[in-house]
């Protein structure tokens, strides 16, 4: 089986895009691989918002403090392999592969007790990424909740540090359709006698998950009372902020963008004070220099990159834009999946942009991208419509502005960002199911 036959089978022999309640499945799994996530130790990280740069944040910290480490993080931007980060790069195809057979070959003999006890796809790739780890014998790794928390496919970890990063009301169908509901399920994840550490928590969540660690003998760290920060200055890849918990680190230059950023730093120093015990300052601030997460806020080739697939992260990143970019001339290619709020993203975007070119991103979510394309002229006097992305990419390296943006769907901006990368697309977009 080489790389393709594996993403293939990945993607269409599992069952892909279905949630699957309950944790029996991948206890029973990660029991029949002799239980790799016991190999290493962890952290555990969810939230609504942020919780994907809090796990990178914490894995390069880990790295720069001599720990060999992997992790997990979803979804993936342009290659399946960003999932599984071993010391800040890509697991490497033929580690994947090795511990891929081994990962299927018992997830089959699970699957012959019927589609109650199939394997999903992402119960199959968390107990991948715990399988790479321990295979690439790690001594640390960085675990990111795929959704929710207490029966999320993660949650058969013993961390020794778990965090809430943030608590708003998302997945309602799923996790419930009010905020306490939504804590409860992210609180899932405290352990017995583990701390956590959690950011800016309303107050109807916090006391949710005051209780819950209560229960567990969990001692909760919280921002802006048990440890803090504050902004020193913003630059584009460049910022900067001073730290205040068990140490104070001053002038940490954080490389990832946004006003967001300072907040999960901060949380991602407390979880690493705790699970490490000290600080080496001179490698905590090449961890926040090193560390970076593709098509946040990103620029790449001369684009800048932004997932802004709602209404929230559209009204972040038109926050960012003025910060950082306030007086400068701009052009964007946008594109949004249909199941999207399109007039909210659109209305907060396009006022900014002098001209804008609607294109369809690459997935089966996005087959009416004229109706995008209608609604954006409402918001801009210049629209323009390319159907394909890489069509759109050339045309607007031609046009005069001082920054030229990509943003809207993840799917859109990882292709985009392949193909700038590489000048074409990498074979998984070809069956990469979207």
């Not at 997932?307 to 949004?336: C, R, T």
């Not at 975007?349 to 954006?376: K, Q, W």
Request: charged share 30%.
């Amino acid at each position: 089986m080489n790389f393709i036959e594996a993403l293939k089978y990945l993607y269409f022999n599992r069952p892909y895009g279905k949630i699957k309640l309950g944790l029996y499945r991948i206890e029973e799994l990660l029991k029949r691989l002799n239980n790799p996530e016991k190999s290493f130790k962890s952290v555990h990280i969810t939230g609504s918002n942020g919780k994907g740069s809090v796990t990178t944040f914490t894995h390069f910290l880990m790295k720069e403090h001599n720990y060999k480490t992997g992790g997990y993080i979803s979804p993936h931007l342009s290659s399946i392999l960003e999932r599984f980060p071993i010391n800040g790069q890509m697991v490497s195809k033929e580690r994947f592969l090795e511990s891929f057979i081994k990962v299927k070959n018992e997830a089959e003999k699970m699957d012959k007790k019927g589609i109650d006890y199939s394997p999903s796809f992402f119960e199959f790739a968390t107990a991948l990424a715990f399988q790479i780890d321990k295979d690439e014998e790690v001594d640390a790794a960085s675990v990111e909740v795929g959704l929710g928390g207490r029966y999320d496919a993660t949650n058969v970890i013993k961390p020794e540090v778990s965090s809430i990063v943030t608590v708003s009301l998302e997945h309602t169908k799923i996790l419930g359709d009010t905020i306490e509901k939504i804590a409860y399920e992210k609180a899932g994840i405290i352990k017995e006698n583990s701390p956590v550490v959690i950011g800016n928590v309303i107050e109807p969540a916090k006391r949710v998950i005051y209780e819950i660690a209560n229960q567990k003998n969990s001692k909760v760290y919280e921002l802006k009372k048990d440890f803090d920060f504050e902004i020193v200055d913003f630059k584009f890849n460049q910022n900067i902020i001073n730290y205040y918990g068990d140490n104070t680190i001053k002038n940490i230059e954080i490389k990832l963008n946004g006003t967001h950023q300072p907040i999960n730093a901060a949380i991602a120093i407390k979880i690493f004070e705790l699970f490490n015990g000290k600080l080496d300052e001179k490698s905590l601030k090449k961890a926040f220099k090193n560390a970076f997460i593709p098509g946040r806020f990103e620029m790449f080739k001369g684009f800048l990159l932004d997932g802004s697939h709602n209404p929230q992260a559209a009204e972040k990143f038109v926050e960012n834009l003025n910060i950082y970019f306030k007086d400068k001339s701009k052009v964007g290619i946008i594109g949004i999946l249909d199941d999207k709020d399109k007039k909210q993203i659109l209305s907060k975007i396009c006022p900014l942009l002098d001209e804008v070119i609607i294109t369809v991103p690459p997935s089966h979510r996005a087959t009416n991208s004229i109706e995008t394309f209608e609604i954006a002229k409402k918001y801009s006097k210049r629209v323009g419509f390319i159907e394909n992305p890489i069509e759109a990419v050339e045309k607007v390296k031609n046009i005069d502005a001082d920054l030229k943006i990509v943003a809207g769907s993840f799917y859109l901006v990882g292709y985009i960002r392949d193909y700038l990368d590489k000048g074409y697309l990498n074979e998984e977009w070809e069956i990469m199911r979207r």
